[in-house]
């Protein structure tokens, strides 16, 4: 498994943007395959720009914290390759996640490389105190647009609901939130939910605590 890539990372006070280009390549040595194939190989690129701004304002409505707008648009391409000749020995798809949105693959192991077509869109806002620079609540709200329909399945005959799936235009929408609380709280949150569905398909909140004296402490 060869995964190389090549990035520009431009960074100002005012935004970013990270251009990408990767190279992934699969290659196996089997043995008794069924199919026939004992040296199935997979090569394939993908593209990526990640770019956001940075916006930022503070007065008495806030007291002394400063609020920051971040609105993020992330687009990746990467070309679709027929994968029913390779094995899967442990590729699974990624449960749905705020950040999965912003990965520029969607199964995990190293069997599938997902082919897409997409742009996330999203924005941020955070309140940061002035006197210390800590963030003391964060709330990130996103939605991938799908430009293409998604055709590289861990099945070689999906079934109905998952062929829907795969020719959906849209993403669920994700909402992540933090919050700190004191020195050594801090509040986290998910919420994923289709909107097209009208599912909440998933949530999570969870608290960590972590003092000066390395004490820790983590539910979710």
């Known amino acids: 498994n060869l995964d190389y890539a090549l990035a520009w990372d431009k960074r100002a006070t005012w935004g970013y943007m990270r251009p990408e280009i ?3 390549h699969l290659g196996y040595e089997l043995q008794n395959t069924p199919l026939g194939n004992d040296s199935p190989t997979l090569t394939t690129q993908l593209i990526s720009l990640d770019s956001g701004l940075f916006l930022e304002r ?6 002394d914290l400063t609020q ?4 993020r648009i992330y687009y990746l391409k990467s070309r679709y390759e027929g994968q029913s000749s390779l094995p899967d020995f442990d590729s699974r798809e990624y449960t749905p996640t705020y950040d999965l949105l912003f990965r520029n693959n969607r ?3 190293g069997d599938r490389v997902g082919d897409a077509n ?3 869109l999203a924005l941020t806002s955070r309140f940061i105190d002035n006197q210390t620079g800590a963030e003391r609540f964060k709330a990130s709200i996103a939605q991938a647009i ?3 329909d998604r055709r590289v399945t861990l099945k070689t005959s999906p079934n109905a609901n998952q062929l829907l799936e795969l020719r959906r235009n849209q993403s669920p929408l994700a909402l992540d939130l933090s919050s700190r609380i004191g020195r050594d709280w801090r509040l986290n949150g998910e919420i994923i939910y289709d909107n097209h569905d009208g599912d909440l398909e998933k949530s999570s909140f ?3 605590y ?8 983590n539910a979710t």
């Not at 003092?211 to 402490?217: H, L």
Request: glycine fraction near 12%.
């Open 58 to 63: 503070s007065g008495a409505l806030f007291g």
């Open 22 to 24: 990767s190279l992934v």
């Open 206 to 208: 969870g608290v960590r």
């Open 107 to 109: 199964f995990s192991g």
């Open 118 to 120: 997409r742009v996330t």
């Open 146 to 148: 799908y430009l293409d």
């Open 68 to 71: 920051t707008l971040e609105p």
């Open 210 to 217: 972590k003092d000066r004296e390395q004490r820790a402490f």
